[in-house]
Structures are given as C-alpha cells and as structure tokens.
C-alpha cells in the first residue's frame, strides 16, 4: 500500500522567513503534484513534478522531486499572510492507473 | 476556464436516507473522481471513472457507489447514509495522460460538506 507522508503537519512561520514541507512516499514514482487549498474552499493545483531532479518555481514557492530519496520538498521563500494554507502533495505510482495518493496535508499558518 | 461543479454545497441528512451527491465538468475530461476529505486523513479515494459507464473503486468504497451515465457527470451514492460519512466530499477530473506523454492535473470542485444526522 502506497503510503505519502508530509511534515510537518501544522507549521507556523512569520512574515519573511523561509521554511520547506516535506513530503515523503513510499513507492516508486516519477509523478508528484502538489495542491493548494484556503480554508473552506477547494484544492487548487500548484506544481506538477514529472521527473527526477525536476525544480519548478512560482513566485515564492519551489518544488523539487528526489525520485531515489523518494521526497519532494515545498519551499517557501520569505513567506508572506496570503501563503498561508493547507499544501498537500499527492503521488502517481509508477505502475499506477492514475489514482493519485495524497498526504495529509500540511497546514501552514503565516504570522504577521 | 477550467469548471468543475458539485450539485450542493452543504447537505444535511439523516441517517439511513439514500443521498446524490452530483458532480459536473466542463472540460470533456475522461477521468473523474470522487474523494473523501477528513481531519489529519487528507484526501481518500472513494471511487473513479475512466470513460461512460466505467467505474473502478477507490481506497475506500464501502457504503459508497457511483454512477457515470454521461461524459460530464459523475454521481456518488450514499446508499444509506450513516453517521460515519459524514464528511467533505470533494469530485476532480482529470485527461487520461500515458507516461511518456507526460503529467495531468485533477481540476477539482468546490466541494460538499455533508452532514448525516
């Protein structure tokens, strides 16, 4: 069974500090997303990682994919209040049908 | 734009009634999905449909079916609805993408908040 962990869970951060999520799996994958979602609203998708060593960045956030560690980080550059969300990663198994396993989510809270 | 839309937002039921829950998309996509989502569990699969008419159960189909007459929507039936369903009830759909042809996104809705009493 396919298992995603994420830490921490909850994080609490002030304004202009930078911290990373860490979302482990425990199959092999060449396929990571991860997911955004505001309090009480849906997910929206952030990153689509597709290879090893794969780096995407939007504004202050970067993703990276370590498919050998088999680890993503999210990480968070000077963060600002409107990052403040829950971020969830979700995994495509490679030999998967495209179910995508999600972590627990990481819900991150930015402190003026 | 991307759309996916969910029949309600928030429903209240008892336990025992038989409950839709109804999700739309207008992306032509031949991937739909529908998932659970409950404190510190994230997000579960509950069921999921490649194309009209076929359907494949998810991590967690218990109590649950599903029901994909047209491309655009996909149904989830609460058969009888207990206590332990209640929940966040968000749907996705996504392209089908083989590998090499790389990634895809799950578009999800807004999502239902049920509650059975």
């Known amino acids: 069974e396919l298992k995603v962990e994420q830490n921490p869970l909850f994080l609490s951060m002030q304004e202009g500090k930078n911290y990373t999520i860490y979302c482990n799996y425990s199959?092999?994958?060449?396929?990571l997303y991860w997911y955004r979602q505001d309090p009480g609203k849906s997910l929206e998708s952030l990153f689509v990682l597709l290879s090893n060593g794969a780096v995407k960045q939007e504004g202050r956030l970067m993703a990276s994919l370590d498919t050998k560690a088999r680890l993503s980080t999210l990480h968070i550059t000077a963060a600002v209040h409107d990052l403040s969300a829950t971020y969830f990663c979700?995994?495509?198994?490679?030999?998967?049908?495209?179910?995508?396993?999600f972590g627990t989510g990481t819900r991150l809270t930015i402190i003026p | 734009d991307v759309k996916v839309t969910q029949s309600s937002r928030y429903l209240v039921k008892r336990t025992g009634e038989k409950v839709f829950l109804e999700c739309v998309q207008d992306m032509d996509h031949e991937n739909m999905f529908w998932y659970r989502q409950d404190p510190g569990l994230g997000l579960r699969l509950i069921y999921f449909s490649y194309d009209v008419k076929m359907k494949e159960k998810g991590d967690i189909p218990e109590g649950y079916s599903v029901s994909r007459e047209k491309k655009e929507r996909f149904s989830l039936i609460l058969e009888s609805a207990s206590t332990n369903q209640t929940s966040m009830y968000l749907c996705?759909?996504?392209?089908?993408?083989?590998?090499?042809?790389?990634?895809?996104?799950?578009?999800f809705g807004p999502g239902t908040r049920l509650l059975v009493l």
């Open positions: 996705a759909s996504s392209l089908p993408s083989p590998r090499d042809k790389g990634g895809w996104t799950q578009y």
């Open positions: 979700a995994v495509d198994p490679l030999f998967g049908n495209e179910k995508l396993t």
């Open positions: 199959t092999t994958s060449d396929r």
